[in-house]
């Protein structure tokens, strides 16, 4: 790999260690400072390697200076004497010893009781997704800004607020003990899965971003996984986000547009997420508890089969029917409704999506629309000019005025 | 939005059904359910067990039942989100439960927990 290309890859792949490593051993209160020594570390890496070149161990090389820095912002600025040392429980730390321990066992470690803080309940669900990205995935903030389709200043501020209150509210960077895990994990799970929508429905044009971040969420629900004291439930989001990502590469074209799921070519579907979805699902059914990721894995998993059966659709109604008893979204609504028509014929489905009434989303017009189709063309068409005016994004614009020019 | 209890009342409950029929009643009831939950009217609900019921009496004797003198019993219930008593009476009629010859469902108000009701 070539100097241009190596470093953004590891500042993809380090920065988000080191930092955490590092806000570890510092304290929740200095995470900025974490932030600053690792990006500069990246920053003595460009410098150097331009004159040097690439020494033999990049990452080493990373972690030594990295040390280093952290060691110096120790003695160097007496911090540790007046601004460390008053938060830390320890009475008497000795700096001088201090050992940066950049090991795996505790990167990982690290990381996930980053995961914890960073998802603390006393943040906003937008700062805990801002946080992640920053804190967790080691995104730029102009990388974030465009996931999240937003400018740089907002990111900025959204993200000092949330480190503010993270300081203010004294968070322990910590995995929460046995009797509180369960709790704290819940926002944790809603953190990652809404990260990986983020991801997957994104309105952000830029593909491959898009996909970063929902192979980030995937990652960090990983290292959950690997953490024996979490739960099914973690199985079963991990399964939801394998059966979702198996179709990356299927649903959209070669300019960018939609893919609407059935006219996806399932040979793109990828199969080894698709297996990896299936054993982490397995994985999920220990235990009696069945949540809302469950519930939608099963949805998803039954999504990788493309023929049309009535077991298929029936199968996915019941489900959406448990799902949306578990958890109202208008989302499950017009699914529910859409495999309603699959099962129990348009006419059931037209009364039941009637009842809806959620005017002013636009996909409620797009599914009448659809169940309209061929039973009354007309009205069909009226459903999918409504859908048409409200709709945002282009790549929707474009798949609903297809279906109305199909109509005429 | 008001809560109200559709409760059900069955005409008899120890008619035997096949298993066919009791699997056709299970979709109907749970499309059923999924309607009301899907316009986010769903609050709760649950079935009764029919077998191993007790009653208690005045003078706290126990005995088995409800199914001694009278046939009726109740089959369960559903608490839903409406406007009014006519709208949660109109969501009761999707009930499969009412294909039963003389079955009821009962739509009643919650009362609410503010020392009034």
């Known amino acids: ?408 | 939005m008001e809560e109200f209890m559709l409760i059900f009342r069955h005409m008899d409950g120890q008619k035997v059904a096949s298993p066919e029929q009791i699997q056709t009643w299970m979709k109907q009831t749970m499309d059923w359910v999924g309607g009301i939950a899907a316009q986010n009217k769903f609050v709760g609900g649950n079935g009764l067990q029919y077998e191993n019921a007790k009653i208690v009496h005045h003078d706290k004797t126990v005995t088995n039942g409800p199914f001694g003198e009278i046939k009726e019993t109740l089959g369960g219930y559903v608490i839903v989100k409406a406007n009014s008593i006519d709208e949660a009476a109109e969501m009761a009629k999707g009930s499969p439960v009412l294909q039963g010859e003389g079955n009821t469902i009962e739509v009643r108000k919650l009362a609410k927990g503010d020392g009034v009701h």
């Open chain 1, 1 to 408: 790999m070539a100097q241009q290309e190596l470093i953004p890859h590891l500042f993809r792949t380090e920065f988000r260690k080191i930092t955490s490593v590092l806000c570890k051993h510092f304290g929740i209160a200095h995470i900025e400072i974490a932030e600053d020594i690792a990006g500069e570390t990246f920053l003595s890496a460009l410098e150097n390697w331009s004159f040097k070149g690439i020494p033999d161990n990049p990452t080493a090389w990373l972690y030594a200076v990295a040390k280093n820095k952290a060691k110096n912002q120790l003695s160097r600025n007496k911090l540790f004497s007046e601004k460390i040392s008053p938060h830390l429980k320890q009475a008497t730390p000795v700096y001088s010893e201090t050992e940066f321990d950049l090991s795996d066992k505790n990167i990982s470690d690290s990381q996930l009781q980053m995961l914890f803080a960073v998802c603390h309940p006393s943040l906003s669900t937008e700062a805990q997704i801002g946080l992640a990205l920053r804190i967790l995935c080691g995104f730029g903030i102009e990388e974030i800004a465009t996931a999240l389709l937003t400018n740089k200043d907002t990111i900025n501020k959204r993200l000092l607020r949330a480190k503010e209150k993270l300081r203010n509210e004294n968070v322990p960077i910590e995995v929460p003990s046995k009797e509180e895990i369960s709790k704290r994990l819940e926002t944790v799970l809603l953190t990652l899965y809404l990260l990986f929508n983020e991801g997957y429905y994104s309105e952000s044009n830029d593909e491959v971003l898009r996909k970063d971040v929902c192979l980030e969420a995937m990652r960090l629900t990983y290292l959950l996984i690997e953490n024996d004291q979490t739960n099914p439930e973690v199985n079963a989001l991990l399964s939801l986000m394998c059966f979702h990502a198996s179709r990356f590469e299927a649903r959209t074209g070669k300019r960018g547009e939609l893919i609407l799921y059935e006219d996806q070519d399932e040979n793109l579907w990828n199969k080894e997420l698709i297996s990896k979805g299936a054993l982490f699902l397995n994985q999920a059914s220990q235990g009696s508890k069945i949540s809302k990721y469950h519930l939608e894995a099963n949805i998803a998993y039954w999504h990788t089969i493309k023929a049309d059966t009535k077991e298929k659709w029936e199968t996915i109604l019941q489900f959406f029917n448990r799902l949306l008893q578990l958890e109202y979204s208008p989302i499950a609504a017009l699914n529910r409704t859409y495999a309603l028509s699959k099962t129990n014929g348009k006419q059931e489905a037209i009364i039941e999506a009637e009842k809806l009434q959620l005017t002013n989303n636009p996909y409620y017009f797009v599914l009448l629309g659809e169940l309209y189709e061929e039973v009354d063309n007309k009205k069909s068409k009226e459903h999918f000019e409504k859908a048409l005016a409200l709709i945002k994004t282009n790549a929707d614009k474009t798949v609903i005025s297809k279906r109305i020019s199909d109509l005429n």
